[in-house]
C-alpha cells in the first residue's frame, strides 16, 4: 500500500520561503507524477503544480512564478518550495500521487503551513 | 481554468437516506474522442488523507462502497449516497481532470440530520 508523508515547517515567516517533503512508501517513486495540492481553511482545494519521477515539472500559472518542485529518487522523496508567501499561503498543503493524467490516487494527511510573524 | 461549482454547500440527510451532491463545470468535461467524462469525486475527513471515490464520472474506486455512485455527462455532475452512514460525514469534492490546471469544486459538508 503506498503511502505519502508530509514534512517540513509548520510556521514560515512574510515574504521568506516555505519548503515541505513528501516521503513516499510502499512504492517505487519511479514512473510516475507527484502533485502538490493546497487547501486554505474555509476555502476549497488548490492544485500547486507536479513533478515526474525524471525530474519535468508544470506549475499552476497562478503560482508558477513562486514555485518550484524537484525530486530525490534515491530517498523517494519529492520536495515543494514556494517563495515570498505572505498570509494568503496558510494552508493545509497535501502531496499526491497521480494515476491517469491529474486523477490522484494516493494523498498524504496534509500538515498545516501557517505564514504568520 | 475550467470552474467547478458544488451544490448544495452542506446537507443533513437522516441515517439510511439518500444524499445528493451536484457538480457544474464551466465548460465540458467530455472528451469526444474516448467518450470519456474526466470528473472525479473525492471525500475529505479530518485528520485523513483524502479518499478517491469515483473517476471517469461513474466508475468506482476500488474498495469504495457501492451506496456511492457518480452519474452525468458534459457539464453536470452528481454524487449519491444511496444509504447515508455515520462513517460518510465529511466533506466531499468534485475535480475536473479534463484540462490544465486541475481544478476543484467548493466541497460540500455531509452531516447527519
Known amino acids: 500500500q503506498v503511502r505519502l508523508q508530509e514534512s517540513g515547517p509548520g510556521l514560515v515567516k512574510p515574504s521568506e520561503t516555505l519548503s515541505l517533503t513528501c516521503t513516499v512508501s510502499?512504492?517505487?517513486?519511479?514512473?510516475?507524477?507527484w502533485s502538490w495540492i493546497r487547501q486554505p481553511a474555509g476555502k476549497g482545494l488548490e492544485w500547486i503544480g507536479r513533478i515526474y519521477s525524471s525530474g519535468s515539472t508544470n506549475y499552476n500559472p497562478s503560482l508558477n512564478s513562486r514555485v518550484s518542485m524537484s525530486v530525490d529518487t534515491s530517498k523517494n522523496q519529492f520536495s515543494l518550495r514556494l517563495n515570498s508567501v505572505t498570509a494568503a499561503d496558510t494552508a493545509v498543503y497535501y502531496c499526491a500521487r497521480e494515476g491517469a493524467g491529474y486523477l490522484f490516487h494516493y494523498w498524504g494527511q496534509g500538515t498545516l503551513v501557517t505564514v504568520s510573524s | 481554468d475550467i470552474v467547478m461549482t458544488q451544490s448544495p454547500d452542506s446537507l443533513a440527510v437522516s441515517l439510511g437516506e439518500r444524499a445528493t451532491i451536484n457538480c457544474k463545470s464551466s465548460q465540458s468535461v467530455l472528451y469526444r474522442s474516448n467518450n470519456q467524462n474526466y470528473l472525479a469525486w473525492y471525500q475529505l475527513k479530518p485528520g485523513q488523507p483524502p479518499k478517491l471515490l469515483i473517476y471517469w464520472a461513474s466508475t468506482r474506486e476500488s474498495g469504495v462502497p457501492d451506496r456511492f455512485s457518480g452519474s452525468g455527462s458534459g457539464t453536470d455532475f452528481t454524487l449519491t449516497i444511496s444509504s447515508l452512514q455515520a462513517e460518510d460525514v465529511a466533506v466531499y469534492y468534485c475535480q475536473q481532470y479534463y484540462s490544465t490546471p486541475p481544478t476543484f469544486g467548493g466541497g460540500t459538508k455531509v452531516e447527519i440530520k
Open positions: 510502499g512504492g517505487s517513486i519511479s514512473s510516475y507524477y
